[in-house]
C-alpha cells in the first residue's frame, strides 16, 4: 500500500511539475508581448479645457472625454471609501490580484459561465490603460503578471488616482470630478456619502444604472454601496441609513456655454485655440483659457443689439407662424419637438388653442425635467391684440397686409414664439426678426474685446456676424481717408468743394452724389466729416491720391489690401465689424497699433502660462525692496501708425458728427464721444461707429444677403440709438472723460464756412486744434474748384463693380 501510495504520488509530482512547467512556458510567452507599464508614470489623460470670463466665470468646456484630474490627495476619504467598498475594500493589502476574487470568477467560469469579476483596481488599471477589453482567459492572465508589475513599480495612492481619473461614468464624463460635475453640478469635496456610493455604483455599468431610465436600479445598486461602506467599517450604520433613504438627487449639468449670452465670443475663443494650438490641445490638453469678457457688458451688448433688431423687424409686419401643429390629441407633445431658442430664455413657444377678435389663448411648451421629458404641467395664457399689434399688419406673399382681427392672422395650430410682460399678466407675440448685425466693444489701449454680439441668437443661426461677416462699412470708412488727409497737408480747416464731380474710367462714368442729392460748396474738412458728404470725400481722395489712402487703410488693419481705386474712398471695400472696431481704437488711443484678442492667458493642465496676450514690458515691476524709487511704469511698444496730434484731431472732428452732425442723437448722452455713421448704397447696410477715451464700440445691421432695408434707413436712424442705448447703460457709473489734447497742439477759433481765423466775438465759429508749424488759411482758398470732371485709368474688372457698388451716404 505503501509502495502504491508512493507511486501515485510520484505520477502526480510529475503531473504537478509537467503542468507548472507548461504554465511557466504559456506564462513566458505571454510576458513577451506586454505593454509596458512604465507608461503609467508618464501618463496625461486626456483633460477638458475650460474657457473663463474675465471674472473667472465659466463660458464654456470642450473635451472628447469630459475629465478633470484630480490629485489623490485632493479626493476625499468618503470617496475612496466608497469605491474601495464598491470595488476592492482589500485594495491597500493584496499584491495586486486577490485570490479569493479569482477564485470565485475561475469557479464560474468552469462551470461555463462567462468570464467575469474577480478584477482587483489594480487590474482595472492595467486592462483600462494597457489592455483591451477582450473576455478571455489570456487577457485576464496578462492583467494579473501586469497588476504585480505595476503594484512593484508605483504606490497604492498612485494607483488608485489613475483609476479614479479615467473610467467613465456615463452621460459622457469620465473621471471622479468630471462625473460629480455632471452628475451633481459639485465638486468631488462636497459630494455626501450617498452621492458618493452612487457615483462608486456606475463604473460597473453606467448605462445599467441610469439616473433617470432605471432610477430603482441605480438606488439598489447605491444602497449596496452604502452597506458595504458600512460593512468595511467607514460609515457608522445610523449614516448609513440616513443616506440609503436620500433620493438619487442627480441633477445633470448644462453643458456648452455657461455663461449666458456669450455663445458667440466662446465659439470665436475655440476657434482661435484650435488655430493656435490644434484640435488635440483643446480637447484633450486641459487647457485653462482666461478670457477678456465682461459679462456685464456683455448681457447689455446682447439686450441692446437685440432690441434694435426687434425694433426694426416689428415695424415691418408679423412674417407668420414657425410651423404649425396637429392639436386634436395632447397638443404638448408636438409642441415639444419644436426647436426653441435655448438663448433667448424670455421667449417661449406656444401653440395657438383659440383666435378670436379680441386675440389668442395659447398653449406654452412644457419644460423639460433633468431626464430630457416633459413635464407633466399643460400651462395655458392670453395674448391680447394689443400685444400683438406689430402683427396686424402681416406679410402675404411677400406683401404687408393690414388685419382687423388676431383670427386673421393666426389660427388653431399655429406656433409661434412669446414672452410674458414684465410685471403684468399675460403675454406679447413676439418673432425672431430676419435682419441681423454684429457689435464687438474694445479697450483701445489693450485691444481686449469686451463685449461681441454675433447675430439676434445664436441657436438661431452660428454665424457670427461681428467676425466673419463681410460688410461694406459706407460712410464709417470716410474717418481714415480724413486722417491720410490731415497726415499730409490739410488741416481740419481745409476748405474742399462740395459739388458735382465725374470719374471716366475708359468708356465708363462715375458720378458720385451725396445722400441728399445736393451739393453744399465750398466747405471745410471738419463739415464734411460732419454731414458725412460723399462728393468731399472723392474729390480730397482724388487730390491726395488713392494710393495714400489705401496706405492708410492697410496701416489701420481695415484691410490687407485695398486697391486704389477712387469708389473705395466711399467705402465699398468689404471688411468686418472686429476690424473697424480695431481701426478705430487707433485713433481712440493716440494713434498706436493695437492687437484685437479674446484671450488674456492660456495656462496647460500644469498652471504654466503658454500665451499672454498683454506683452508690455516693465524692468522695475521686479524689486527685493523699496528703496524710495518710482512706481514701475508699464512700457507700451505697440507701433505708432497714426501722428497722436493727427489723432486728436479726427477724434474733434468726429465729436463735431456726434454734437451737431449726423449722430446728433447721441448728444443726449452728456459727456465726449466722437463717432461715425455709415450708410452703404440703396440702405443695404447701416453702421456706427464711436468710442470715449476708453471703450470702442463698432455695429452694422443688415440682412444676412444684403438687400435694402428700405428708403430712408440709415446708420444715424438705425445702428446710432443702439449704440447710444449701448453706451447710457455701461457708462452710467463712470465719470465722463475728455479726450487729451496733445502737448504742443495749437486751438484757434476758426470760422466754420470760410475756415479761417475768426476775429474776438464773430459769430459761427469752432475752436479748431492744428499742429506745429500749420494754421488757418490767410486767403480764402478752395481746394477743387472747378474740377467737375475727372479721368482716371482703365481699372479691373473687380475695380470697375467698385465703382458701380460704391458705398458711402450722409448717415
Sequence with gaps: MIRLIGYFFGIGSMLALLVAGGAAVYVGNLTKGLPNYEVLASYEPPVTTRVHASDGALMGEFARERRLFLPIQAIPDRVKAAFLSAEDKNFY???????????????????????????????????????????????????????????????????????????????????????????????????????????????????????????????????????????????????GEKSKAEPLGVTPRRRGGYLFAGEYFTEEVRREIIARYGEDALYEGGLSVRTTLDPKMQLVARKTMQAGLMKYDMLR?????????????????????????????????????????????????????????????????????????????????????????????????????????????????????????????????????????????????????????????????????????????????????????????????????????????????????????????????????????????????????????????LGSGETTVMRMVSAYSVMANGGRQIKPSLIDRIQDRYGKTVFKHDERGCESCVADEWAEQAEPELIDNAEQVLDPMTAYQITSMMEGVVTRGTAVTISELGRPIAGKTGTTNDEKDTWFMGYTPNLVVGLYMGFDQPKTLGKGSTGGGLAAPIFKEFMAEVLKDVPPAKFQVPEGMKLIAINRKTGMQAGEGEPGTIMEAFKPGTGPADSYWVIGMGEGSISAEALSPQANKAIQTGGGGLY
Design 317 to 569: 409686419g408679423y412674417r407668420g407662424p414657425v410651423t404649425t401643429i396637429d392639436i386634436s390629441g395632447d397638443w404638448a407633445v408636438p409642441l415639444g419637438e419644436v426647436k426653441r431658442l435655448d438663448d433667448v430664455p424670455e421667449w417661449r413657444l406656444a401653440v395657438v388653442l383659440e383666435s378670436s377678435d379680441a386675440g389668442l389663448t395659447v398653449g406654452l411648451q412644457p419644460k423639460r425635467k433633468a431626464s430630457g421629458a416633459l413635464e407633466d404641467e399643460r400651462e395655458q395664457a392670453t395674448v391680447t391684440k394689443e400685444d400683438m399689434s406689430f402683427a396686424m399688419r402681416h406679410v402675404i406673399d411677400g406683401k404687408r397686409v393690414k388685419a382687423d382681427s388676431p383670427a386673421e392672422v393666426l389660427k388653431p395650430g399655429d406656433v409661434v414664439f412669446v414672452e410674458k410682460k414684465e410685471g403684468e399678466a399675460g403675454y406679447m407675440l413676439r418673432q425672431p426678426p430676419e435682419v441681423s448685425g454684429g457689435m464687438v466693444a474694445m479697450d483701445p489701449h489693450t485691444g481686449r474685446v469686451l463685449a461681441m454680439v454675433g447675430g439676434f441668437s445664436y441657436s438661431q443661426s452660428e454665424f457670427n456676424r461681428a467676425t466673419q461677416a463681410m460688410r461694406q462699412p459706407g460712410s464709417a470708412f470716410k474717418p481714415f481717408v480724413y486722417a491720410a488727409a490731415l497726415d499730409n497737408g490739410y488741416t481740419p480747416a481745409s476748405v474742399i468743394m462740395d459739388g458735382p464731380i465725374t470719374i471716366r474710367i475708359g468708356n465708363e462714368v462715375w458720378s458720385p452724389k451725396n445722400y441728399d442729392g445736393k451739393p453744399a460748396g465750398p466747405s471745410t474738412l471738419r463739415a464734411g466729416i460732419e454731414r458725412s458728404r460723399n462728393l468731399m470725400t472723392v474729390r480730397l481722395a482724388n487730390d491726395m491720391g488713392m494710393k495714400i489712402v489705401s496706405e492708410y487703410a492697410e496701416r489701420f488693419g481695415v484691410y490687407d489690401k485695398l486697391p486704389p481705386h477712387i469708389a473705395m474712398s
Design 93 to 239: 493589502s493584496h499584491p495586486g490580484i486577490d485570490l479569493e476574487g479569482i477564485i470565485r470568477a475561475a469557479v464560474v467560469y468552469l462551470r461555463g459561465g462567462p468570464m467575469t469579476g474577480g478584477s482587483t483596481i489594480t487590474q482595472q488599471v492595467a486592462k483600462n490603460f494597457l489592455l483591451t477589453n477582450e473576455r478571455s482567459l489570456e487577457r485576464k492572465v496578462k492583467e494579473a503578471i501586469l497588476s504585480f508589475r505595476i503594484e512593484q513599480a508605483y504606490s497604492k495612492d498612485r494607483i488608485l488616482e489613475l483609476y479614479l481619473n479615467e473610467i467613465f461614468f456615463g452621460l459622457g464624463s469620465y473621471g471622479i470630478a468630471g462625473a460629480a460635475l455632471t452628475y451633481f453640478d459639485k465638486a468631488v469635496s462636497e459630494l455626501t456619502v450617498a452621492e458618493a456610493a452612487y457615483m462608486a455604483a456606475l463604473p460597473k455599468g453606467p448605462s445599467n444604472y441610469h439616473p433617470f431610465k432605471y432610477t430603482d436600479r441605480a438606488v439598489e445598486r447605491r444602497n449596496w454601496v452604502v452597506d458595504q461602506m458600512v460593512a468595511n467599517g467607514y460609515v457608522s450604520r445610523e449614516e
